[in-house]
T-cell receptor
Framework: GENVEQHPSTLSVQEGDSAVIKCTYS??????FPWYKQELGKRPQLIID?????GEKKDQRIAVTLNKTAKHFSLHITETQPEDSAVYFCAASKGGSYIPTFGRGTSLIVHP | DAGVTQSPTHLIKTRGQQVTLRCSPK?????VSWYQQALGQGPQFIFQYYEEEERQRGNFPDRFSGHQFPNYSSELNVNALLLGDSALYLCASSVAITLAKNIQYFGAGTRLSVL
């Protein structure tokens, strides 16, 4: 089955800095890669996603890049703010069911 | 428009007991998936229900079972509870897959503690 590795497990940055979270996947058939943000005690919320026919996608301060050859994808957050502090999960899935396999999460801490 | 709702929010059980968790999907959604999220881990897929049938299943024992009702709501049942079953149980709803983009909306979860 699919295996998703996520790094780092914890990321501490100063407000205004950029943050990058990296994930690798094992199944070359995976073609949908969502990112979720989970604040403490709350539900995971989709923040951005990318499909395998696209190399990069941006939404305001958030961007995701995908390298299909290397089987890795990354989340980039620019101009970080304290409210960006949360656990971020990457996931990978493939067509048909779109059942995502999640990474173990990255705890992002943004210091004011 | 209500999102995905789960009940109860918290539950405490003892080893060997049985538990039932409930989920109402987002309006317009017909597919329900259940996940187990242990502390410090990502959600792990348990199973998915569509048209009142289990459509896919993850790597969980038969102690975990489910049901989907005609109104698309769903239940997760866990028998013979073990300490290791302590986790946040998340329900996610979506629209049945064709070739359309499928986004899963998560509920807030049920925190199960097994003592």
């Amino acid at each position: 089955g699919e295996n998703v590795e996520q790094h780092p497990s914890t990321l501490s940055v100063q407000e205004g800095d950029s943050a990058v979270i990296k994930c690798t996947y094992s199944d070359s058939a995976s073609n949908y890669f969502p990112w979720y943000k989970q604040e403490l005690g709350k539900r995971p919320q989709l923040i951005i996603d990318i499909r395998s026919n696209v190399g990069e996608k941006k939404d305001q301060r958030i961007a995701v890049t995908l390298n299909k050859t290397a089987k890795h994808f990354s989340l980039h957050i620019t101009e970080t703010q304290p409210e960006d502090s949360a656990v971020y999960f990457c996931a990978a899935s493939k067509g048909g069911s779109y059942i995502p396999t999640f990474g173990r999460g990255t705890s992002l801490i943004v210091h004011p | 428009d209500a999102g995905v709702t789960q009940s109860p929010t918290h539950l405490i059980k003892t080893r060997g007991q049985q538990v039932t968790l409930r989920c109402s999907p987002k309006s317009g959604h017909d597919t329900v998936s259940w996940y187990q999220q242990a502390l410090g881990q990502g959600p792990q897929f348990i199973f998915q229900y569509y048209e009142e049938e289990e459509r896919q299943r993850g790597n969980f024992p038969d102690r975990f079972s489910g049901h989907q009702f005609p109104n698309y709501s769903s239940e997760l049942n866990v028998n013979a509870l073990l300490l290791g079953d302590s986790a946040l149980y998340l329900c996610a709803s979506s629209v049945a897959i064709t070739l359309a983009k499928n986004i899963q909306y998560f509920g807030a979860g049920t925190r199960l503690s097994v003592l």
